[in-house]
């Protein structure tokens, strides 16, 4: 069955960094569009960004363009999230995930907290 595993959360200080990994399987990774998704607290889960199958193509939410970087390896099945610059309100759980076969299948997600 289709599992994805996010990992590489954790505490950063505002300007920081951090990648972000999602290793999946169960399903032809290099078939399917990826895509990041984040719910802060108290807040409904918004799009980051996605990524064409090929990793040809990618689109961003207004709020974390030319500070997120979204890649996939389609040889390891891998999917990641480049996070520069951090700022505190982009503390939330960060999620992975796909639509196969009109089914939309999410990982455990991986918390980013960013303060000083």
């Known amino acids: 069955q289709v599992q994805l595993a996010e990992s590489g959360g954790g505490l950063v200080q505002p300007g920081g960094s951090l990648r972000l990994s999602c290793a999946t399987s169960?399903?032809?990774?290099?078939?399917?569009?990826m895509s990041w998704f984040r719910q802060a607290p108290g807040k409904e889960r918004e799009l980051v960004g996605a990524?064409?199958?090929?990793?040809?193509?990618?689109h961003y939410a207004d709020s974390v363009k030319g500070r997120f970087t979204i890649s996939r390896d389609n040889v390891k099945n891998m999917l990641y999230l480049q996070i520069n610059t951090l700022k505190p309100e982009d503390t939330a759980v960060y999620y992975c995930?796909?639509?196969?076969?009109?089914?939309?299948?999410w990982g455990q997600g991986t918390q980013v907290t960013v303060s000083s």
């Open positions: 995930t796909v639509q196969v076969e009109n089914t939309r299948f």
């Open positions: 169960g399903f032809t990774f290099s078939n399917y569009p």
């Open positions: 990524i064409a199958n090929n990793g040809g193509g990618t």
